[in-house]
Nanobody
Framework: QVQLVESGGGLVQAGDSLRLSCVAS????????MAWFRQAPGKEREFVAY????????YYADSVKGRFTTSRDDAKHTVYLQMNALKPEDTAVYYC????????????????WGQGTQVTVSS
């Protein structure tokens, strides 16, 4: 089973940028894509972005569309989340997750998660 490790979080000011990384080990065979989710204190985990392995299609939550970009480096088994124009409401723990099947937007579709990386945006 694939294992995921996120990195790249930190404390930034509003308007700044950050790039998160998610390294997958153990192979991605049987998985259809990789997603980013986030969870703010007291809130449910929410979908942020998804990239499909086949055709490389990407999907974004409306709240991040135009500011965040997900990409991948297959040689490094790594998926990235480039976050620009960060806002205080982007503050959350960000998780990557591997999808086998089901709706990419739903947490219940995922059985493999990373440990998360904290992103804090000050105003």
């Amino acid at each position: 089973q694939v294992q995921l490790v996120e990195s790249g979080g930190g404390l930034v000011q509003a308007g700044d940028s950050l790039r998160l990384s998610c390294v997958a080990s153990g192979g991605t065979i049987g998985y259809t894509g990789m997603a980013w989710f986030r969870q703010a204190p007291g809130k449910e985990r929410e979908f942020v972005a998804y990239t499909a392995w086949i055709a490389g299609r990407t999907y974004y939550a409306d709240s991040v569309k135009g500011r965040f970009t997900t990409s991948r480096d297959d040689a490094k088994h790594t998926v990235y989340l480039q976050m620009n124009a960060l806002k205080p409401e982007d503050t959350a723990v960000y998780y990557c997750a591997s999808l086998r099947s089901g709706g990419y937007w739903s947490t219940s579709s995922y059985d493999t998660w990373g440990q998360g990386t904290q992103v804090t945006v000050s105003s």
